[in-house]
């Protein structure tokens, strides 16, 4: 499962991007064993990743499996530049703005939907179920993106920033902005 | 509840992760149904994605245009981003700052930070806080240095910055890289620091950056690696990614290698390690040899098995010793001793006599050998010793292209070994085979010994070499080390298979218990070889022999 919060290291991202490329090549002659390995290591980022874009987690599954269906589909056009993981959510991105597309017209998050309902795991640890909730309530669409990217992936700035059409800059500075909105929410809720 | 950002982001990945439905199963159902989702890559523009325009009603098809050239538009900042500046608006120059911390400042024309990046975990440590867009160049540089003074990854012991600017304007970025270098010096220098500043002008390098990339550091860090990994491949490239700039310096300057394209001001401090003197008197005490006693000694900082060390190279007129020394506890971490072979023909009981031949005559023979003037040349080593039974010199010089390396036998003037290294990122140049190697002591012939009525140096034209028919065959010589073509003629000799002969399987360099080894596989009448050859010393460490597999 990808993880890759910034305490882990770049040697990290690396081997997952090798072995995801690797995938990527086995799935364009059809074997859909490294389908399952793919899906093993970005599951948690891709499905991340749309939620912070749609906040709806019945959205962001069907984002989720329409992604690896598109990426199986596709495996064949990727062409292996060492960043996999940066198109795989490209597919991602791609997908849920088209979903909100669809519903609502314009490109801004299902209205103003509710943070997701428990639906985990009875054991999953209540404070981080807070810091989700928080992170899917009072961040702002891109603010939320970036912390989730940043978060899940293995992905530096520069790339958030190409994935989310962004400007460097903003990428940082809302970034910045963020984690300190969140810290000072969780501070009062406590 | 106070969480730190780091506790923050890990929870939210905690989070997710536990949320995160199966979906597995519903994907393979529906690939294997041959479902597929409307996503095609356009062909010409490799990862683009497009999505198809026939699903969306008439009134949606500009919607669905715009996706395409969105997705044009995301492939050309992605290209951007790694190729060229001239994509964002006012973008001029990218100037990196390399410590430990990696911090990457995108400069507009008027010198305005854009924005700044951090390329590494300790960058995020300088960074926090500090807002630097549409700052000044120069406040982001004192706030920048200040902020890693403040940190301790500027100090006494880590004094050494690398400044490296991206302009496609080389003679703008060069100004830049002087302005920036001098500004850092004084700003280390008013912090009672006496920083050491490298610093240098880049071009755009897909190799480069897709290192740095792979190692999350500046294009101008993966450079600097780039240059002492080059010329001392017995260096790994990921380790000394991980390395201080101060260390990456001490490691440059101690193994002499040459800084092309790169500005040096100031010196790297030592003081964190015992130094060389010290390193030699551990090892020597160690041996219990004085220093009267020596023959040679040459002392470098290495850096082995994720440590720095100093590996001291001594000799009497009985013995070799190699010693590795921990550059920060002086612990001596591996010794070996080797007798000096005395040949029959020893005309003096002090060991074996060194050739007639002078310094200058033997720097004479390898100029002339490498077509090179005295004036062209610059010396950056020249010592004599004895190898295996033969005094021979060995010189390493440089001039602006190629880095040379010779042995020359102190009694015939023969060339027993030659390599030239091409400076500048180019391909190295594999060494022409020596028209006389080394005796190698595990060859079942015993060393020729050095001809003692041969006491004229043999003039270079000589000792023709022939050029290699395969360059591309073998890897080169690294500095220091024999050839892959001489690993696989000892091979040969002890196999008594002739080298035309054998079906090489191949020939690796790898490092096996931190000695540097080749690995030397070949086929012959059905039978399977497998040498392994320390590549210092052309030594057979190992040796197997089986049936060969039927293929």
């Known amino acids: 499962m990808l993880m890759m919060s910034t305490s882990q290291n770049h040697a990290q991202t690396q081997q997952t991007d090798a072995l ?28 991340g990743f749309a939620l912070s874009i749609l906040r709806q987690p019945q959205s962001a599954e069907d984002v989720m499996q329409d992604t690896y269906v598109a990426v199986y589909s596709n495996a064949a056009s990727y062409r292996p530049m060492g960043k996999p993981m940066a198109w795989i959510l490209t597919i991602v991105r791609n997908l849920a703005r088209m979903r909100l597309r669809k519903k609502s017209g314009t490109d801004t998050p299902l209205e103003d939907s509710p943070a997701p309902p428990p639906t985990a795991g009875f054991e999953q640890n209540t404070l981080d179920r807070l810091v989700l909730q928080a992170a899917l309530g009072i961040l702002g669409d891109d603010e939320r993106q970036i912390v989730m990217l ?5 992905l530096k700035h520069r790339e958030i920033a190409a994935l989310l059409e962004l400007p460097l800059g903003t990428v940082l500075s809302k970034y910045r902005r963020a984690l300190p909105k969140l810290q000072n929410y969780l501070k009062e809720e406590a | 509840m106070a969480l730190s950002k780091h506790e923050l982001q890990e929870s939210l990945a905690r989070a997710v992760a536990a949320q ?25 523009q490799p990862n683009t994605l497009t999505f198809p325009l026939d699903a969306a009603p ?12 969105s997705a044009a538009a ?19 120059a990218i100037v990196s700052f ?7 400042l995108q400069v507009t024309r008027a010198e305005k930070v854009l924005a700044a990046t951090a390329l590494n975990a300790e960058a995020d440590d300088i960074l926090d806080g500090m807002n630097l867009e549409n700052v000044d160049l120069d406040v982001a540089v004192n706030a920048l240095i200040g902020s890693m003074l403040k940190h301790g990854y500027i100090s006494a012991n880590k004094n050494t910055i690398l400044i490296s600017v991206e302009n496609n304007n080389a003679q703008k970025g060069a100004a830049l890289q002087e302005r920036l270098a001098n500004e850092v010096g004084s700003i280390l220098n008013s912090n009672a620091v006496d920083g050491a500043v490298l610093s240098q002008t880049l071009a755009d390098d897909d190799r480069l950056r897709q290192l740095a990339g792979q190692y999350g550091i500046s294009l101008g860090k993966a450079a600097l690696v780039d240059l002492l990994v080059s010329q001392n491949p017995q260096l790994d490239f990921a380790a000394m990614a991980a390395l201080s700039i101060n260390d990456i310096s001490l490691l440059l300057s101690s193994k002499q290698t040459a800084l092309e394209g790169v500005a040096y001001s100031g010196q790297a401090s030592s003081t ?14 160690y041996a219990g040899v004085v220093r009267s006693n020596l023959v040679s000694i040459q002392t470098e900082l290495d850096y082995e098995d994720g440590r720095m060390v100093y590996e001291v190279e001594f000799a009497t007129t009985a013995a070799e010793y190699e010693y590795e020394i921990d550059a920060q506890t002086a612990a001596v971490l591996k010794q070996e001793t080797e007798p000096v072979e005395h040949p029959a023909q020893t005309n003096d009981n002090s060991g074996v006599a060194a050739g007639p031949l002078t310094e200058d005559e033997a720097k004479a023979i390898a100029l002339q050998h490498a077509g090179l003037q005295q004036a062209d040349a610059r010396f950056v080593k020249a010592v004599r010793y004895q190898k295996q039974g033969v005094w021979l010199y060995e010189l390493i010089f440089m001039d602006s292209h190629s880095k040379y390396r010779y042995l020359v036998d102190t009694n015939t003037g023969n060339i027993l070994d030659h390599y030239i290294y091409q400076l500048g990122g180019g391909a190295s140049q594999p060494a022409e085979p020596p028209a006389s190697t080394l005796p190698q002591p595990a060859s079942d012939n015993p060393p020729a010994p050095a001809s003692s009525s041969s006491t004229a140096p043999a003039s270079a034209s000589s000792t023709p070499a022939p050029a290699p028919e395969n360059p591309a065959a073998t890897p080169p010589a690294a500095t220091g080390t024999i050839s892959a073509e001489q690993a696989q003629a000892i091979a040969a000799g002890h196999s008594s298979v002739p080298a035309g002969e054998m079906r090489v399987l191949e020939i690796k360099l790898e490092k096996e218990d931190g000695v540097l ?25 190992d040796w197997d022999m089986d049936e060969a597999d039927d293929d």
């Not at chain 2, 964190?272 to 005490?285: C, M, P, S, T």
């Open chain 1, 20 to 47: 995801c490329e690797h995938c990527l090549a086995q799935m364009a002659q059809g074997d859909m064993a490294a389908l399952e390995k793919l899906y093993a290591c970005t599951n948690a980022a891709v499905y």
């Open chain 1, 150 to 154: 940043h978060s899940l992936t293995g």
């Open chain 2, 20 to 44: 995160t439905p199966d979906v597995l199963p519903n994907v393979l159902r529906r690939v294997g149904a041959g479902d597929t989702v409307g996503v095609e890559a356009a062909p010409a």
């Open chain 2, 58 to 69: 008439p009134q949606k098809r500009r919607r669905a245009l715009r996706w395409v050239v």
């Open chain 2, 74 to 92: 995301v492939l050309v900042l992605l290209l951007g981003l790694y190729s060229g500046f001239s994509y964002v608006n006012g973008l001029d």
């Open chain 2, 98 to 104: 390399d410590v430990n911390p990696s911090i990457e």
């Open chain 2, 272 to 285: 964190a390690y015992i130094g060389e003197e010290k390193a030699e008197a551990v090892a020597l005490a």
């Open chain 2, 517 to 541: 080894v080749y690995d030397v596989e070949f086929t012959y009448g059905g039978t399977e070889y497998d040498y392994e050859i320390d590549a210092a010393t052309g030594a057979i460490l």
